[in-house]
């Protein structure tokens, strides 16, 4: 089986560790912060032999060279990674990536950046995001268009809903107080922010989260939601979402 590594750096970021025991091959989701990704690799001991980035972003990529320099491992990357280091392998929506046994698709979720990826790992049970969604929210548009990012979102959507979506920072409190102000009535919001509340005074991460319980209660995946369009405004999806992304950005 899959063993998925997820552990604290920088920050907010998560650094996530993926392990497959049959092949003994490993590969690094991002690279926030290369100390850390290769004392956890060590701690484990697994051998990192690749790093799968999300996007261009240095909190995200801005450890390849010197875990690669550490390691030899293969980094593959949409090509806008280039701005921080040549990838090793290039690769777009419907592209397949392999470690051992599993496959994961690569699927367009760009608007936080124009290239950004996720990897959808069906086997099991698993897409690793980057900043294209988080725990009730949403990445902010540094590079996108609403239409753009809307379509995206769509595209994490149709996933399987037992889907777990591995996020790449702990902003769920901040995210749940925002979404509670843009869905006030919605029961199931309410419910989970208590629970993100208790977590975090515990000191527990609210990621992964389901992508079932996000279709419910995250306002930027719910934008096609008649309710939100009548708080929000707009005549469809794309512009109920760019009031809420918009609205998200000075609250």
Partial sequence: MLEIHQFACLSDNYGYLLHDPDSGETTC????????????????????????????????????????????????????????????????????????????????????????????????????????????????????????????????????????????????ASNARFALHADPDNAALQDYAAQIEKARAAGKPTVPTPLSRELATNPFLRADDPALAARWGGGDAVSTFAALRAAKDTF
């Fill in 29 to 172: 989701i991002d690279t926030p912060d290369a100390d850390a990704y290769l004392r956890e690799a060590g701690r484990k001991g697994w051998q990192i032999t690749h790093i799968w980035n999300t996007h261009w972003h240095p909190d995200h990529a801005g450890g390849n060279a010197a875990i690669k320099a550490a390691t030899g491992c293969t980094v593959i990357a949409p090509a806008e990674v280039e701005r921080i280091a040549a990838p090793d392998q290039v690769v777009t929506h419907g592209s397949k990536v392999t470690l051992g046994a599993y496959t994961a698709e690569v699927i367009d979720v760009s608007g936080h950046t124009n290239g950004h990826i996720a990897f959808h790992l069906a086997e099991a049970g698993a897409a690793f995001v980057g900043d294209a969604v988080f725990a009730l929210g949403c990445g902010r548009m540094f590079e996108g268009q609403p239409d753009q990012f809307w379509a995206s979102l769509s595209r994490i959507k149709a996933l399987p809903p037992e889907t777990l979506l591995y996020c790449a920072h702990e902003y769920t």
